[in-house]
C-alpha cells in the first residue's frame, strides 16, 4: 500500500518555473497511491505542458473553469469538495495575492475558495518578491485563514540569485501533506519518546554501544508530530534528521539520557522509551587514548540506572501514560510480561531482534504489543507503519484514561 493510498489531492500549478519540479511530485504522489487532479493556471500552462502533468497523474489537466462546466466534467465547487487536500505548488505572488483576498478568476482561485478540505500552499518566487511586505502579508493573511505553507526553501533561484523563495523540497513537502492528511487523534498530548543507542566512552577514540539505528523511534516521533502531538524526541547519536515538527535533544551517554528524561517527562503525557540505552559502562574512562602496550585486557563494567524503571516508579507522581520496549532473541512474551510488570508499564512493545526483518537497523519489524488486555501480534510491516499501530494502541489507552 502506497504511503497516499485512496487519498484524492487536487494539485493547483501556476506560473512559475518551479513546476517542472511539481511533475515531480506529481509523479510520486501517484506512485504512492493518490488520485491526483491537476489544475493549471493559464501562466502555469506556460512552464510545463498539460498532457505532462496529464500523463504522470493518469487524469486529464483542467484550466478553464467555463469548458470544464460545459463539458459536465466536474464543477469548481466539485473538485474542492471531493478532495482529502488541496496542494497549489508552485504558488506565484500573483496566485498567493488572489487567494489571500478572496478574487475567483480562474478555475484554481474559484476551487481553493470553495474547498472544505485542508489547503496547502508551496510558494517560490524570487527573493525580492517573496521579502516584500505586501507578499508577506498576504501570506499572513493565508496562514491566519488556516491555509498551510510549505517553505519557501533558502538557495540559488533560476533568476541567478540567491536568498529565500525556492520552491521547498520535496522531503518537507511531503511531511506536511501527510501531516495534513493524517487524522490528528494526538492533539494536545506532549509525548517524549527516547531513540537510539547510548555510547559509553573507553577512552577519547572508543566507546560502548550497541546495534540501535534509531529508526523506530524516530518513526514514533514523525507519526506522532503528524498525528496532532507535541513530540520530544531525544535521541542518542544516530544518523537520522530530525523530524517534521518535533523537537530533539541529542545526548550520547545513559547517564545524560537519564537526566533529559527526568526533566523532560513531567511535562509529558506519554512516555515512549524506544531507546537501547547501554546496560553498563566502563567502570574507569581514560582521559588519554589507550596504547596497545599499557592495555589491560579484562574490561571493568558498571550499571548504568535503568531510565524505565524509574519512570515506572515515577509514574504516579507525574500521571503519563508509560510505554516500553523489550529488545530479545528468546522467550520473547515471558521477557515481555517481566519487563512490563517489573517497570510497571501501560504497555509494552516486544520486538524479536533475532530476525534481520525485524531487529536493529532494519526498516520493517514485528512487534508484540502487551497490556493488561493481553497480547496482540502486529504484523510485519514498515517501521512507520509499526509506529501507527503502536500509536493507536495508545490513543486507545488515553481514551480508556480520560
Ligand atoms: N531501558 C532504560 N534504561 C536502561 C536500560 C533499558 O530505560 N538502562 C529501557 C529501554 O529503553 C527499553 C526497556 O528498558 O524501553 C527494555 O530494554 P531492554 O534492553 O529490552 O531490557 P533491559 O531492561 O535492559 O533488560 P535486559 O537487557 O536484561 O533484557
New binding site residues.
Given amino acids: 500500500m502506497g504511503r497516499f493510498s485512496g487519498k484524492k489531492i487536487v494539485v493547483g500549478v501556476t506560473g512559475s518555473i518551479a513546476a517542472f519540479k511539481v511533475a515531480g511530485w506529481v509523479s510520486t504522489l501517484t506512485k504512492e497511491g493518490a488520485d491526483v487532479s491537476v489544475v493549471m493556471t493559464e501562466a502555469g500552462s506556460r512552464f510545463v505542458a498539460p498532457l505532462t502533468f496529464a500523463a504522470l497523474s493518469g487524469n486529464p489537466v483542467l484550466m478553464d473553469m467555463f469548458q470544464a462546466e460545459e463539458s459536465h466534467a466536474i464543477s469548481h465547487i466539485e473538485l474542492g469538495q471531493n478532495a482529502d487536500l488541496l496542494l497549489i505548488a508552485p504558488a506565484t505572488a500573483n496566485t498567493i495575492a488572489k487567494l489571500a483576498h478572496g478574487l475567483a478568476d480562474d478555475l484554481l482561485a474559484t476551487t481553493v475558495l470553495a474547498a472544505d478540505c485542508p489547503v496547502l500552499i508551496a510558494p517560490a518566487m524570487n527573493s525580492r518578491m517573496f521579502g516584500n511586505s505586501i507578499t508577506q502579508r498576504n501570506i499572513s493573511i493565508l496562514a491566519d485563514s488556516g491555509y498551510g505553507i510549505i517553505g519557501p526553501a533558502y538557495g540559488k533561484m533560476a533568476c541567478k540569485t540567491e536568498g529565500p523563495g525556492r520552491l521547498a523540497e520535496w522531503e518537507d513537502a511531503e511531511e506536511q501533506i501527510l501531516q495534513a492528511l493524517s487524522i490528528q487523534d494526538l492533539t494536545g498530548q506532549k509525548i517524549l519518546i ?1 531513540a537510539g543507542p547510548t555510547r559509553e566512552a573507553l577512552d577519547p577514540a572508543r566507546f560502548l554501544s550497541n546495534r540501535s539505528s534509531g529508526k523506530m523511534g524516530y518513526a514514533l516521533a514523525r507519526t506522532a508530530a503528524r498525528r496532532g502531538a507535541e513530540v520530544h524526541l531525544i535521541s542518542g547519536p544516530t544518523a537520522l534528521s530530525i523530524p517534521y515538527g518535533v523537537k530533539r535533544t541529542n545526548i550520547i551517554t ?1 547517564e545524560e539520557m ?1 537526566a533529559e528524561v527526568m526533566q523532560s517527562c513531567t511535562e509529558s503525557t506519554v512516555v515512549i ?7 553498563f559502562r566502563p567502570k574507569k574512562t581514560a582521559t588519554e587514548k589507550v596504547k596497545k602496550e599499557n592495555a589491560e585486557f579484562v574490561l571493568q563494567l558498571e550499571q ?6 524509574e ?1 515506572g516508579e515515577q509514574k504516579a507522581k507525574n500521571n503519563y501514560l508509560l510505554v ?5 532473541s528468546c522467550n520473547l512474551r515471558e ?1 515481555g510480561e517481566k ?1 512490563l510488570k517489573g ?1 510497571k508499564l501501560d504497555l509494552i512493545a516486544i520486538n524479536d531482534i533475532s530476525n534481520a526483518n525485524t531487529g536493529f537497523e532494519a526498516n520493517t519489524n514485528q512487534i508484540t504489543l502487551l497490556d493488561s488486555n493481553g497480547f496482540t501480534d502486529l504484523p510485519l510491516t514498515s517501521k512507520e507503519e509499526t509506529a501507527n499501530l503502536i500509536l493507536d494502541r495508545i490513543c486507545t489507552q488515553l481514551a480508556a484514561h480520560s
Fill in positions: 527516547t545513559a537519564y522509551k524506544a531507546a537501547a540505552v547501554s546496560d548504568t540506572d535503568d531510565i524505565l524503571q519512570l516500553g520496549f523489550a529488545a530479545e521477557a519487563k517497570k
